[in-house]
């Protein structure tokens, strides 16, 4: 499975990295009890790679989709960091 999900990541180089992920990617095992009509979760496991942050600074040089790109990997992080405080300030 991690083989499949990997093989339809985008990569691409910029001048900060050669090898640059482009697509964020998340692998989940769930525990749940066997052979129960109603499966009981019993716990859950994430593996979780972000697409590269991009500054502008080292994008400056790269063509227009590939900043457009990078502009959008930032936004999508950003979205993540304010779901993770609003999950933190829950639990505070």
């Known amino acids: 499975a991690i083989d499949k999900g990997g093989s339809v990541?985008?990569?691409?180089?910029?001048?900060?990295?050669?090898?640059?992920s482009r697509s964020h990617g998340i692998f989940q095992i769930l525990l749940r009890t066997p052979g129960r009509r109603i499966?009981?979760?019993?716990?859950?496991?994430s593996l979780i790679d972000l697409a590269g942050s991009e500054r502008g600074k080292d994008t400056a040089h790269a063509d227009r989709r590939r900043r457009i790109e990078?502009?959008?990997i930032n936004k999508s992080l950003l979205a993540?960091?304010?779901?993770?405080r609003a999950m933190s300030?829950?639990?505070g």
């Open 89 to 91: 300030d829950k639990k």
């Open 39 to 45: 499966k009981k979760l019993h716990g859950k496991f």
């Open 9 to 20: 990541r985008r990569q691409g180089s910029t001048s900060a990295n050669a090898r640059s």
């Open 70 to 72: 990078g502009a959008e």
């Open 80 to 84: 993540l960091k304010e779901c993770i």
